[in-house]
C-alpha cells in the first residue's frame, strides 16, 4: 500500500467515524493532515508545510519537536509512565508544585495537580463552594463572573461562561444559574474609569451571602472575545471581594507563562487571587495538564471542615510524563530571555498588523504580549477562510469575527512577519 492511498484511508476514517471539535460529525469541512512537527511547523502529509500562528491553540509556547522537552519525557517514560496520585507521591510532581508556588503570587501554597483547563476550572469552583461550606456559610453556591468570559466546556465551566455571547446558550436549562457582571469598558493601557466596577459592585452587596468567588480571565478575555481591559480593574475587584467576603479566582489557563507580557497576567496589577487555574503552556503543548492554586487559608479551611478532605480525585492526576515535561518546560521558559522575546513579538504584532485597520473589512486591531487580533466587521466563513490561510502556507484558524495570531515565543522576526503578511493579504480577500 502506499503512503498516499494510506492517508486517503485514514481521511476516509476520519470523515466516518472522528467526531473534530466544535463541528458536525458528517458536516464535510475540511482537515488537514499533519505528519510532524518541528520548530514553528506543521509538516503535512501531502508535502506541505504550515507556518502555525495558533500555538496549537495557545499552548505550544517553545515550538514542536522541542529537543530539551522531548528529552523531559523520553527520561521518564524509563522510570514510568503513569501511578496513581492516591497515597503515592513522586518527584515530577513534587518538583512541579515547588516550581508553581514559587513563581506563582505569593498567598497561592496549596497546588491540586489535575488533567486539562476546565477540569481546573472545576477544582476551583468545588474548592471556593467547600471552603465557604467548612466556615459554616453553606448559602455561598454560586459565582459572579465577567460577561463575555470563557472558562471550559464541563458542565460547571460552562455556567460562568457568557449565556448569551458563549458558546453554551443550548445548555442554559440546566445550568446553575450564576451572577455576571459587565465586563469593564476600560481597555487595557488606559486611565481607569471607576464607573466600571459598579456592575460588579452592585452584585456582590447584593448577592454577597449567596457567592462564594468571582471568577475572571485577567486582563485578556480569551476565546470569548479576545478582549483586552484595565488591569486597575482587578485591583478594585481584590477590594471588593474582600469586602464582601468573597473569593477571587483567576482563570490563567490561557493568559500564564507569560502569554500577555507578564509571567501570570495578575502580575500586571500586582494582586494575589486566592485560587489560581494554569493549563494550556504548563507543558508547553506536550501533554494535557493543569493545576489549580490555592491560599493556605482556603485549603487548611477545606482540611478543618467536613469531610475533612478536598472532594475530587481525577485517575490521571499529577501523571509522572506530564509533570516532567511541564518541569522541563517551566526551566526552559524562566532560564530564556523571554520577557523580552514577547515585547518583540507585541512590536512586531502592533506595527504589523496596523495596516489592517484600514480596511473597510476591520473593525479593530490590537495587540497585547504575544497575542495579535483582528476583529472582523463581520463573522467570517471558518472553512473559507481557513482554506485560504492554509493555500498562503500558513496555519491560522479564526473564530466568530476574530482573525488572531497566538504565536509560538521562537518564533523569528522574518516568520512573523511571514504571518502577519499573510493575515493582511487573506483579511483582503474577505468580501460583504
Known sequence: MTVASTIDSQIAVDREHVWHPYSAMHGGQSVYHVDSASGVYLHLSDGRKLLDGMSSWWCTIHGYNHPQLNRAVEQQLRRMAHVMFGGLTHAPAITLVEKLVALSPEALQSVFISDSGSVAVEVAMKMAIQYWNARGKVAKQKFATLRNG????????????????????????????????????????????????????????????????????????????????????????????????????????????????????????????????????????????????????????????????????????????????????????????????????ERQLRESLSSCVDLPQVDEVRCLGAIGVVEMRKPVDMPKITQQFVDAGVWVRPFGRLVYLMPAYVITDEELDRLCQSVIDVIRLQRD
Open 150 to 345: 470563557y472558562h471550559g466546556d464541563t458542565l460547571g465551566a460552562m455556567s460562568v461562561c457568557d449565556p448569551v455571547t458563549g458558546m453554551h446558550s443550548l445548555f442554559n436549562s440546566i445550568l446553575t444559574q450564576q451572577y455576571f457582571v459587565e465586563r469593564p469598558r476600560t481597555r487595557f493601557g488606559e486611565p481607569f474609569d471607576d464607573s466600571d466596577i459598579e456592575s460588579l459592585e452592585q452584585v456582590l452587596q447584593q448577592n454577597h451571602r449567596h457567592i462564594a468567588a468571582l471568577i475572571f480571565e485577567p486582563v485578556v478575555q480569551g476565546a470569548g472575545g479576545m478582549y483586552f481591559y484595565a488591569a486597575d480593574y482587578l485591583k478594585h475587584a481584590r477590594a471588593l471581594c474582600d469586602r464582601y467576603e468573597v473569593l477571587m479566582i483567576a482563570d490563567e489557563i490561557a493568559t500564564g507563562f507569560g502569554r500577555s507580557g507578564k509571567l501570570f497576567a495578575c502580575e500586571h496589577a500586582e494582586i494575589s487571587p486566592d485560587i489560581m487555574c494554569v493549563g494550556k503552556a504548563l507543558t508547553g503543548g506536550y501533554m494535557s495538564l493543569a493545576a489549580t492554586l490555592a491560599s493556605g487559608e482556603v485549603s487548611d479551611s477545606i482540611d478543618r471542615g467536613n469531610p475533612g478532605v478536598f472532594m475530587h480525585g481525577p485517575t490521571f492526576m499529577a501523571n509522572p510524563l506530564a509533570c516532567s515535561v511541564a518541569n522541563a518546560s517551566i526551566e526552559l521558559l524562566i532560564e530564556s530571555n523571554w520577557q523580552a522575546r514577547v515585547a518583540q513579538i
